[in-house]
Every structure is written in structure tokens, then in C-alpha cells.
T-cell receptor
Framework: AQSVTQLDSQVPVFEEAPVELRCNYS??????LFWYVQYPNQGLQLLLK??????LVKGINGFEAEFNKSQTSFHLRKPSVHISDTAEYFC??????????FGTGTSLTVIP | DTGVSQDPRHKITKRGQNVTFRCDPI?????LYWYRQTLGQGPEFLTY????????KSRLLSDRFSAERPKGSFSTLEIQRTEQGDSAMYLC????????????FGQGTRLTVV
């Protein structure tokens, strides 16, 4: 069963516009959620994580995400994107803390 | 740099040859993961170690794949009798064994089987 679904494979957005990248996960009692960014030919870099507590999580580079348990979502947002945000973004979930399940990724392209 | 390092960064091999990749995790991390990523896909879990013990293996890890972490520090991933379908980016990650901590990824080894 697919643990993480990223509904949008490609998202083009103009520079300085807001963006939302969607992520839905398979429901579980305990779930820990992550967003990673991957630049071409690079490994993955953690943007932010939700472990517990406040449902609004702030990360690096001005990104934030909101954990919504009722909708089993963890969408990533940025109010104003920059050219340098062009990259692949992966949502990941961990249920037991032993393994991470990744979505298929969303390619964000920022248009000047 | 004290991040996760992988060697080599790129490997081109002929079908049928054996290849071995190395991963050096962050020094205080006792968990080490291997993932495989193909074009347009997210990373797929292969296996993970807690110290030197290999605790979980994915069904993706066929008999031709073997991973070791002999002293609980660096790890190697060997693929025997490579096939074209093995062409992918192989990512290594490490983390603390504290529950729910994030994994830190290396830059990956890109394997091309010709």
C-alpha cells in the first residue's frame, strides 16, 4: 500500500508567487512526517519535520507545513518563492521510526 | 565536512560485473540506511543497520544485493552480476537511534549499467 501520495508531479510557479505542494499519507496512530528537498545530482536535504506538538511546522528557506490529522495531509507552503527554490521536493513518513517511506516527488519550477 | 559521504559518486559498469559502493555515516549515528532512487521516483528503502546488525531488508533487495556494516561504522553495498535494471541512484543515510529523528542523506552514487 502506498504510504505517501504526492498528488502533483510538476508545479510551475512564477517567482515571488506563493506555492503549495501537497502530500497525503496513510493514516496511523503514530506518524512522523518530513519534507526533503533534492537539487540535481544531490542527496536529500531536510526542510522540516513534524514529530508532535504544534501542527504548523516552520523549516529552512522560508518553508512551512501544516499537519492535518483529519485530512491525513502535510502540505508544504511558501509565501513567496525564489528561483533558487527550483528543485525536487519529497514528502516522507515514518510510522515506527525504523524506516522512511517517500512519495514520488514534486518537481517545483520557479519561472522568472 | 562531517556529513554522510558516499564513494564513488558515479559508476559505469558493464552488465554482469560486480560493483561495490561505500558509505561513511555521520560519526555519532548508529543507524544507517540504504535507499535506491530511479528517475522520477522517490527513494525506495533497501535496508538498514543498527550498529553492525542488519535489522530490516526490503523485498527489493534481491539475492544479488548484499550490504554490510562490519564494525558499525562505514557500510558497503555490493551488487553482483549487475543488470540494466540496477541502474539508479543509490542513497545512503544515517540517523541516531532516538525515535523519530530525521535521516541525513549522502549525495548518492549514480550507477549506470551498460
Amino acid at each position: 500500500a502506498q504510504s505517501v501520495t504526492q498528488l502533483d508531479s510538476q508545479v510551475p510557479v512564477f517567482e515571488e508567487a506563493p506555492v503549495e505542494l501537497r502530500c497525503n499519507y496513510s493514516s496511523s496512530v503514530s506518524v512522523y512526517l518530513f519534507w526533503y528537498v533534492q537539487y540535481p545530482n544531490q542527496g536529500l536535504q531536510l526542510l522540516l519535520k513534524y514529530l508532535s506538538g504544534s501542527t504548523l511546522v516552520k523549516g529552512i528557506n522560508g518553508f512551512e507545513a501544516e499537519f492535518n490529522k483529519s485530512q491525513t495531509s502535510f502540505h508544504l507552503r511558501k509565501p513567496s518563492v525564489h528561483i533558487s527554490d527550483t528543485a525536487e521536493y519529497f514528502c516522507a513518513v515514518s510510522y515506527t521510526g525504523n524506516q522512511f517511506y517517500f512519495g514520488t516527488g514534486t518537481s517545483l519550477t520557479v519561472i522568472p | 565536512d562531517t556529513g554522510v559521504s558516499q564513494d564513488p559518486r558515479h559508476k559505469i559498469t558493464k552488465r554482469g560485473q560486480n560493483v561495490t559502493f561505500r558509505c561513511d555515516p555521520i560519526s555519532e549515528h548508529n543507524r544507517l540506511y540504504w535507499y535506491r532512487q530511479t528517475l522520477g521516483q522517490g527513494p525506495e528503502f533497501l535496508t538498514y543497520f543498527q550498529n553492525e546488525a542488519q535489522l530490516e531488508k526490503s523485498r527489493l533487495l534481491s539475492d544479488r544485493f548484499s550490504a554490510e556494516r562490519p564494525k558499525g561504522s562505514f557500510s558497503t553495498l555490493e551488487i553482483q552480476r549487475t543488470e540494466q535494471g540496477d541502474s539508479a541512484m543509490y542513497l545512503c543515510a544515517s540517523s541516531l537511534s532516538v525515535r523519530n529523528t530525521e535521516a541525513f542523506f549522502g549525495q548518492g552514487t549514480r550507477l549506470t549499467v551498460v
